[in-house]
């Protein structure tokens, strides 16, 4: 069945949250909503308990407890199926985080979900209870600082535990680098900048060293990754909107809305109208 909402539904922290943030701890037997919906803040969560079944993106993760899973706010989630379950969350708003934390949440994204040791997921819980138990002291007249600082400290232990399972940045070469310099540039502009020349110019370098540090560390062309990104936004609008090819085409910066589907298919394997009619059935 088609979606009613013309664009991607964002799920909004409620008016009770606190300032940007929010946090809360569910049990759960069976699931009671399935709708694809991003978040509207940096996201964890935390899975104590039971069983989930997750598609993030088009792919699909069968997450056991103890793990946790984090949500950039550009990323298309759904639920697919789970049983008892309970689950610690928390999602943060930009304004709310520390400058450094908040740049390595772009960096790590898109993570996949990560298992915990019992010794990590022990620490984690305490932190979780004490940013719990700061955001119900209302009457607290450092509320929101307690909330606000805790909730970074547990956001930094848990970007850690992500960061724990890379190979750590002093270690990368300078190809490699690069290519992470490009790859968060591309997020921020994709919609506006199609030229690998135009990234090389951002970052300084010629656009064949651009190409070659990119494709001795990711396998792809700079090009390959420009169209990649593309599509897979091109996907969530198609699968998780009502809008038109040709809408979503100007949204992504192509005027020739022609152009833009024979792209999509030639990357999808499929056309961008069969995509959107295979998933709206």
């Known amino acids: 069945m088609r979606k009613n909402d013309q664009h991607i539904p964002v799920n909004t922290m409620t008016e009770n949250s606190g300032q940007g943030i929010s946090i809360d701890k569910i049990s759960l037997d069976k699931p009671d909503f399935k709708h694809s919906h991003r978040d509207d803040g940096y996201t964890f969560h935390i899975i104590e308990k039971g069983v989930i079944h997750i598609e993030i993106d088009f792919q699909k993760y069968e997450i056991h407890a103890p793990s946790v899973v984090y949500m950039h706010p ?9 049983e008892k379950i309970t689950v ?18 772009e960096e790590i994204a898109p993570a996949k979900p990560l298992e915990l040791t019992n010794e990590t ?43 724990d399972q890379n ?3 002093s270690n990368f070469s300078r190809f490699e680098i690069v290519a992470k310099s490009f790859k968060l540039l591309l997020e921020k502009n994709y919609c506006n900048s199609k030229s690998p020349s135009g990234y090389a110019d951002q970052l300084n370098i010629s656009t064949s060293y651009l190409n070659e540090c990119v494709k001795n560390t990711t396998g792809s062309s700079v090009s390959q990754h420009i169209k990649n990104r593309v599509v897979l936004e091109a996907k969530r609008m198609l699968y998780h909107s009502e809008k038109s ?4 085409s100007f949204e992504l910066g192509y005027d020739d809305h022609s152009y833009f589907s024979r792209l999509f298919t030639k990357a999808a394997g499929i056309s961008a109208l069969a995509f959107q009619n295979k998933n709206h059935e």
Do not use: G, M, W
Not at 245 to 248: A, H, S, W
């Open 74 to 82: 550009n990323q298309v989630h759904r639920i697919l199926d789970f």
């Open 88 to 105: 610690c969350s928390l999602s943060v708003k930009d304004e709310n985080l520390n400058p450094d934390y908040l740049k390595l949440l």
């Open 121 to 163: 997921n022990s620490t984690l819980s305490d932190i979780f209870r004490l940013c719990y138990n700061f955001s119900i002291q209302k009457n607290n007249k450092l509320h929101y600082s307690l909330l606000k600082d805790s909730c970074n400290t547990l956001v930094a232990f848990l970007i850690s535990q992500f960061l």
């Open 167 to 169: 190979k750590p940045e």
């Open 245 to 248: 090819i040709k809408e979503i």
